[in-house]
C-alpha cells in the first residue's frame, strides 16, 4: 500500500511535494503491469497489450507528459494521448507522477494511430505511479479498455468498437465509451459470453479500480473490503454479477443509419429502366442507366436497394462493422438493418472511391457500399484513373490496398449503378440537342471499354410523356419486386450451392456453360442472335448471363428464346453499340 502524505497548508499553491515511504518506494519499481486495449487497423479489430513498469524516482515529480515514455506509437500520437491524459487528469486532481513511466504497446506490427488507447494508457499510468492499486493480472486479462479521453476526463466514443469487441474471445470483458455501448450488442447476440460496460467518465473507472463504485456507476456494496489484497478479483466478479451487461440492449430498438429508401411505384413511368432494375437486383449486375437530366435516373438508383434480396443476420452484423469502422454510426444507438446506398459526387478522388490513405490503408466508397449499391452519376465526368480502380472490385467483390505501412484487403461486394446524359447537352436525339456528333462521340468514349464489358445492363431513359408525368403512383411496388428477386436469388444459391458464386452476374468466364442451361430453341436462338450481331465472346457471356437471370425471374429452369430476346435489348442494344 501506498501512503500519500500531506505537507503544510500554507504551500498549496504550489505542486504538492510527493513522499513515498521508502519500503514502497521498491515495491512500486518491481511492480509490472499490463492492461489490454484495442484499436482499428482499416475495418478490423486488434487487442493491443499495455505493458507498463516505474523506472526510476525521479528527484521531483513531474508532470505525467514529461515523466512518461511511450514505445511502440508514433511520436506525434503518443504525444496527443499524453497531452489528452494530461488535461483529464488535470480534471480529476491528479498532477505530478513521483516516477518515471515506461510504457510499450505490443505487438509492434499493429500501426497504432487513432485514439481508442487513451483510457488503458491512462489507466496503466496511474498503476504505475501508484496511484491506483495493483490488481490481479489474471483478471486483468479478461478485462479489455477502449476509449479516448476528452479534457475534462470523459470518455469519448471512437469508430470500430464493435470490430474490437470481435476480436476478443470468449469470457472476456470490454469496457467502452458510453456512446459506442450499444453498438456492441450484437456481439452480445453472437458471442454472450463476451461482457460490454458502458463508461462516461474516466473519474467513473477510476473509482472503479479503487473498488469505490461499479461500472454502471452505483456506489460498491463492497466499500469496506476495498483494503483487502484481493479486492480487485473479487470486484470483478461482483459486477460480472451485479450489472446487466448492455443495460436496455432490448428495450428499445435500435435505429437503422440507413435511411428508407423510396418505393418505385412512386417513380413514373420509365417501365423499361425499371425492368432493369429488377433484373440488376435479381442477378447482382450492374447497369448503366442514360438518359436527359430529371427524368428518373437518381430516383431508381435509390429506390433499388429497397428490392435487393433483405440482408441476412450474418450480413447484418458485417455491414454495422464495417460502418462502425469507418466512423459512419452517427449516434449510440445506431446499426445497419438495410442495404446502403451510397451516392458519389464526380469530382470524387480515386482514394475516396476506392480507398487510400496515406501510411494506412482506408476504406473508400466501394467499401461503404459494400451488400448495397453504389450510384456513381454523371459517370463520364469521374477521373479516368478513379473509374479503373473499380475494375478489380467489380470482379472479385474486394480491394486490396497498399499503403507504406500496411497492404489491406477491403470487401467491396457493390452493385454499381452508373448514370450518364447521353450527350454533354442530355438531349441527344430530340430537336433540342446542341451537341456536333464528334462531341457526342468523345463524350460516350470517355467511359473505357474494360469497364463498359464488366457492366451487363444498359438502359436508356427517355422524357416523360405528359400522361406519364401525371398518371397516379402505385405504392407497394418495391415489395412485389423485392418478392421476385429473392425467389430469383433462392433459386442461384441453389444453383451454386457448393461453389463460390454469389449470383449470375459472378459466374466466372470459363464457367458459364455449366450453368446457363438453355431450352433447344432458346440455344438456337442465342447461337442466332450471337451470330448476327458479330458480338465477341465476352459479351456473348453477359448475354448469357442476363438471360439467366431473367429465365429465373420467371422461375423457369431453361432459358427460352424470349428471355434471350429481352436480355439482348439490354446487352446488345443499350446505349452503346457493343460488340
Ligand atoms: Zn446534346
Redesign the pocket.
Known amino acids: 500500500m501506498i501512503f500519500w502524505t500531506k505537507t503544510s497548508k500554507k504551500r498549496k499553491s504550489k505542486p504538492k511535494p510527493t513522499s513515498i515511504v521508502s519500503a514502497d518506494r521498491q515495491k512500486l519499481l518491481q511492480r509490472n503491469h499490463t492492461l489490454l486495449g484495442g484499436v482499428v487497423v482499416g475495418i478490423d479489430g486488434h487487442l493491443i497489450e499495455i505493458q507498463a513498469r516505474a523506472v526510476q524516482f525521479l528527484g521531483k515529480p513531474a508532470t505525467y507528459i514529461k515523466a512518461t515514455k511511450i514505445i511502440g506509437m508514433s511520436p506525434g500520437a503518443a504525444r496527443e494521448t499524453l497531452a489528452r491524459i494530461h488535461g483529464a487528469f488535470a480534471r480529476l486532481g491528479i498532477h505530478t507522477s513521483p516516477v518515471e513511466i515506461l510504457i510499450n504497446l505490443a505487438p509492434a506490427n499493429i500501426p497504432k494511430q487513432g485514439n481508442w488507447l487513451d483510457l488503458p494508457i491512462a489507466l496503466i499510468m496511474l498503476q504505475a505511479s501508484g496511484y491506483l492499486p495493483k490488481m490481479d493480472a489474471a483478471q486483468l486479462q479478461k478485462s479489455i479498455f477502449v476509449g479516448e479521453l476528452g479534457l475534462h476526463g470523459d470518455v469519448r466514443s471512437v469508430p470500430g468498437v464493435l470490430s474490437i469487441a470481435y476480436a476478443a474471445t470468449s469470457g472476456q470483458q470490454i469496457v467502452v465509451p458510453r456512446d459506442n455501448e450499444r453498438e456492441c450488442q450484437f456481439v452480445q447476440q453472437h458471442n454472450g459470453r463476451i461482457n460490454v460496460f458502458g463508461t462516461e467518465t474516466l473519474k467513473s473507472v477510476v473509482e472503479f479500480f479503487q473498488g469505490k463504485r461499479y461500472l454502471d456507476g452505483s456506489p460498491s456494496i463492497v466499500s469496506g473490503l476495498n483494503r483487502m489484497s484481493n479486492r480487485m478479483s473479487q470486484l470483478f466478479t461482483w459486477i460480472q454479477r451485479a450489472v446487466s451487461p448492455c443495460r436496455d440492449s432490448n428495450d428499445t430498438p435500435l435505429e437503422n443509419m440507413v435511411a428508407p429508401v423510396i418505393d418505385f411505384g412512386m417513380i413514373r413511368g420509365q417501365d423499361q429502366a425499371k425492368r432493369a432494375a429488377l433484373i440488376c437486383a435479381a442477378g447482382g449486375h450492374h447497369m448503366l442507366m442514360a438518359g436527359p437530366p430529371g427524368e428518373g435516373k437518381s430516383l431508381i438508383a435509390g429506390a433499388l436497394p429497397g428490392i435487393l434480396p433483405p440482408l441476412t443476420n450474418q450480413e447484418r452484423v458485417e455491414l454495422t462493422r464495417l460502418h462502425s469502422a469507418c466512423g459512419l454510426l452517427a449516434n449510440a444507438s445506431q446499426t445497419v438493418t438495410r442495404r446502403p446506398m451510397r451516392a458519389v459526387h464526380c469530382t470524387a478522388s480515386r482514394n475516396a472511391l476506392v480507398g487510400g490513405g496515406r501510411n494506412i490503408p482506408t476504406p473508400g466508397e466501394i467499401t461503404r457500399a459494400h451488400l448495397g449499391v453504389l450510384f456513381l452519376d454523371e459517370f463520364p465526368e469521374f477521373a479516368r484513373d478513379a473509374i479503373e480502380g473499380l475494375r478489380q472490385p467489380m470482379e472479385s467483390g474486394r480491394i486490396t490496398i497498399a499503403r507504406a505501412e500496411k497492404s489491406l484487403d477491403f470487401p467491396a461486394r457493390f452493385t454499381l449503378v452508373a448514370a450518364m446524359?447521353?450527350?454533354?447537352?442530355?438531349?441527344?436525339g430530340t430537336a433540342?440537342?446542341?451537341?456536333r456528333s464528334a462531341?457526342?462521340t468523345r463524350y460516350q468514349r470517355r467511359i473505357s471499354g474494360p469497364i463498359l464489358d464488366r457492366i451487363d445492363l444498359q438502359v436508356s431513359l427517355t422524357a416523360l410523356t405528359n400522361a406519364e408525368r401525371f398518371s397516379p403512383g402505385t405504392p407497394g411496388q418495391t415489395a412485389q419486386m423485392q418478392c421476385l428477386v429473392t425467389a430469383a436469388r433462392t433459386m442461384q444459391s441453389q444453383r451454386f450451392r457448393g461453389e463460390s458464386v454469389a449470383f449470375n452476374a459472378a459466374i466466372p468466364g470459363g464457367r458459364v456453360w455449366d450453368f446457363c442451361n438453355f431450352s433447344v430453341a432458346g440455344l438456337a436462338h442465342f447461337q442466332y442472335t450471337v451470330n448476327t450481331n458479330r458480338i465477341s465472346s465476352r459479351t456473348m457471356d453477359r448475354l448469357a448471363k442476363v438471360s439467366r437471370t431473367i429465365a429465373d425471374l420467371e422461375a423457369s429452369e431453361r432459358i427460352e428464346p424470349h428471355h434471350i430476346t429481352e436480355a439482348a435489348s439490354f446487352v446488345i442494344g443499350g446505349i452503346f453499340s457493343v460488340v
Open positions: 446524359n447521353p450527350c454533354p447537352c442530355g438531349h441527344h433540342r440537342c446542341t451537341c462531341e457526342v
